[in-house]
């Protein structure tokens, strides 16, 4: 089994439910005690969430990369991004490194591939959203993307950086994205990528009349995939 290397903290609400669901698939596919064999590098999101705010991406740049680096001096076979918005600069990390960072949106378009979908909503950071180097991933793979409108933008980007942050996740916000869920469905999506790896702890797949892409799974799956290779 090879190491993965994941930069967590990003945030560790969500940095839990990848170290749980990296260690539950590698132990559904190996059964008995096993585990996945993980090093951690968990960085301060108080260092990353006004860098981010800035778009000050090359600041983001060298503290992930100085992770990544880390992660591979530790002995990691490949290197995880846990989260959708740091993907932007996923190139700059895997320059840095001579071990593969496990994509995002490569894994979710396979995914969505895998499903036979053609047209799908985003919801996550409004850079996520808003930006292209998400879109393009899927878009290279016959994906339309929509996004929701700049209002609803704004709800979730909030509720991402100044709730799901600090571990506040309120049954009034889950109603709200349900209502922004169902907006998208009526405007043609045949499946919601939750692409930001803290909506997956509000909302679920019985919560949407279409599949759900929960991005820290789909992400831990190619993870452990390459692991197990």
């Known amino acids: 089994m090879k190491t993965i290397g994941l930069i967590g903290g990003l945030t560790w609400y969500s940095t839990l439910d990848y170290y749980r669901l990296l260690n ?16 951690l590098n968990s960085v301060d999101f108080a260092e990353i969430k006004p860098l981010t705010e800035q778009q000050d991406w090359q600041g983001l740049a060298e503290i992930m990369c100085a992770a990544a ?13 846990g989260a959708n918005t740091m ?3 996923a190139d700059e990390v895997q320059a840095a490194v001579n071990i593969p960072v496990i994509h995002i949106a490569d894994a979710v378009a396979a995914a969505i591939k895998s499903k036979q979908l053609k047209k799908v909503a985003l919801l996550g950071t409004k850079y ?6 998400y879109k393009d991933k899927l878009s290279q793979q016959g994906i339309t993307v929509i996004i929701p409108g ?4 704004e709800f979730i980007n909030d509720t991402i950086y100044n709730e799901f942050g600090k571990g506040i996740f309120l049954p009034e916000r889950k109603q709200q994205y349900i209502r922004i869920i169902n ?6 999506a045949e499946g919601i990528i939750l692409g930001c790896t803290e909506i997956p702890i509000l909302i679920k797949q019985q919560d949407c009349t279409v599949p759900v892409f929960d991005t820290a799974l789909v992400h831990a799956m190619a993870a452990v995939e390459f692991a197990l290779r």
Request: hydrophobic content about 50%; overall charge negative.
């Open 183 to 188: 907006a998208l469905i009526e405007q043609g």
């Open 150 to 153: 700049e209002a609803a933008i």
């Open 69 to 81: 680096k880390s992660i591979e001096a530790g002995g990691a076979d490949c290197v995880m991004i």
């Open 24 to 39: 539950e698939l590698v132990n559904k596919h190996l059964g008995g005690v096993h585990a996945a064999r993980v090093i």
């Open 128 to 133: 996520t959203m808003q930006l292209d180097f």
């Open 87 to 89: 993907h932007k600069i």
